[in-house]
């Protein structure tokens, strides 16, 4: 019988890594033959880490914190998704050719239209930091055609610099700070690290209404503080583990050219949180 086919999931710390779980379910679904595992690269060993599972017969691999921003840079190749973000969370090993791309931002979207049936065309959207989260999101997000995308950031120049990088081609986005931002608006995504301390953007109440969906890429068990802002003000909430497990589709995709289900498997993680 021929050798299942190698992935993994690279990172530091990488042992709460849902991935190896989740990526099982798409191959036994996708009757696809692979195996995938968790790797700990040390933190100044990344480029070792991937060559060698490289070498070892890797066709491909997740990255996580802290090395998307070194995964960027030992890629050959790069989609056009992981040049705007200007991190790689997926790589492909083609001979050769170390292709790097971003599916973070395509979960995003994917969560919120395919899952929680929201359309992003035509909506005023409120994108929340300008750190590595932030910058795989905007791409796709212009992508759905909202008819405003506004970064705000606590250091105003952050947010600045990164709508003025798509602004030659995309009109409708814009920059601010949290303390000058006027609502409401359809749309608000919690890309910051503030639920990490369960602490949220230090943003006005009245950004939200009955119609806002208000996401959060961080899950949890309970809502996050930013989530239970938002619903206390009318707004509905939602976390980002759809957004987990529709970026690992589209990785998935990249990496077999076959399209998971997602729904069962994230109705099993969210019943195991």
């Given at each position: 019988m021929n050798r299942p086919d190698r992935y993994a999931v690279i990172g530091h710390p990488v042992a709460h890594s849902k991935s190896p779980d989740i990526h099982a379910r798409f191959a036994a679904q996708t009757k696809q033959h692979l195996i995938y595992e968790r790797l700990l690269a040390p933190l100044d060993g990344f480029v070792a880490s991937v060559q060698a599972f490289a070498k070892g017969g890797g066709r491909g691999a997740n990255i996580t914190v802290p090395f998307k921003l070194e995964a960027h840079a030992l890629a050959t190749a790069l989609t056009e998704r992981a040049r705007a973000a200007g991190a790689v969370n997926t790589l492909?090993?083609?001979?050769?050719?170390?292709?790097?791309?971003?599916?973070?931002?395509?979960?995003?979207?994917?969560?919120?239209?395919?899952?929680?049936?929201?359309?992003?065309?035509?909506?005023?959207?409120?994108?929340?930091?300008?750190?590595?989260?932030?910058?795989?999101?905007?791409?796709?997000?212009?992508?759905?055609?909202p008819?405003?995308?506004?970064?705000?950031?606590?250091?105003?120049?952050?947010?600045?610099?990164?709508?003025?990088?798509?602004?030659?081609?995309?009109?409708?986005?814009?920059?601010?700070?949290?303390?000058?931002?006027?609502g409401p608006f359809d749309i608000i995504i919690n890309a910051t690290s503030a639920s990490l301390a369960?602490?949220?953007?230090?943003?006005?109440?009245?950004?939200?209404?009955?119609?806002?969906?208000?996401?959060?890429?961080?899950?949890?068990?309970?809502?996050?503080?930013?989530?239970?802002?938002?619903?206390?003000?009318?707004?509905?909430?939602r976390d980002g583990l759809g957004m987990l497990v529709e970026q690992a589709a589209e990785s998935f995709f990249v990496w077999r050219g076959v399209r998971p289900d997602t729904a069962s498997v994230f109705a099993e993680l969210r019943a195991k949180l």
């Amino acid at each position: 019988m021929n050798r299942p086919d190698r992935y993994a999931v690279i990172g530091h710390p990488v042992a709460h890594s849902k991935s190896p779980d989740i990526h099982a379910r798409f191959a036994a679904q996708t009757k696809q033959h692979l195996i995938y595992e968790r790797l700990l690269a040390p933190l100044d060993g990344f480029v070792a880490s991937v060559q060698a599972f490289a070498k070892g017969g890797g066709r491909g691999a997740n990255i996580t914190v802290p090395f998307k921003l070194e995964a960027h840079a030992l890629a050959t190749a790069l989609t056009e998704r992981a040049r705007a973000a200007g991190a790689v969370n997926t790589l492909k090993f083609d001979g050769d050719t170390i292709l790097g791309d971003n599916t973070d931002g395509i979960g995003l979207v994917a969560d919120i239209v395919k899952n929680a049936g929201i359309a992003i065309a035509g909506k005023r959207v409120l994108l929340l930091g300008a750190g590595g989260a932030a910058r795989g999101a905007v791409l796709p997000l212009l992508f759905e055609h909202p008819a405003e995308l506004v970064i705000a950031n606590r250091t105003r120049s952050k947010a600045d610099q990164l709508a003025l990088q798509f602004a030659a081609h995309h009109r409708n986005i814009g920059a601010s700070d949290f303390a000058a931002l006027h609502g409401p608006f359809d749309i608000i995504i919690n890309a910051t690290s503030a639920s990490l301390a369960a602490d949220m953007p230090p943003i006005s109440s009245a950004l939200f209404d009955s119609g806002t969906l208000a996401y959060d890429m961080m899950y949890g068990r309970e809502a996050t503080v930013f989530m239970r802002f938002a619903m206390q003000h009318g707004a509905t909430a939602r976390d980002g583990l759809g957004m987990l497990v529709e970026q690992a589709a589209e990785s998935f995709f990249v990496w077999r050219g076959v399209r998971p289900d997602t729904a069962s498997v994230f109705a099993e993680l969210r019943a195991k949180l």
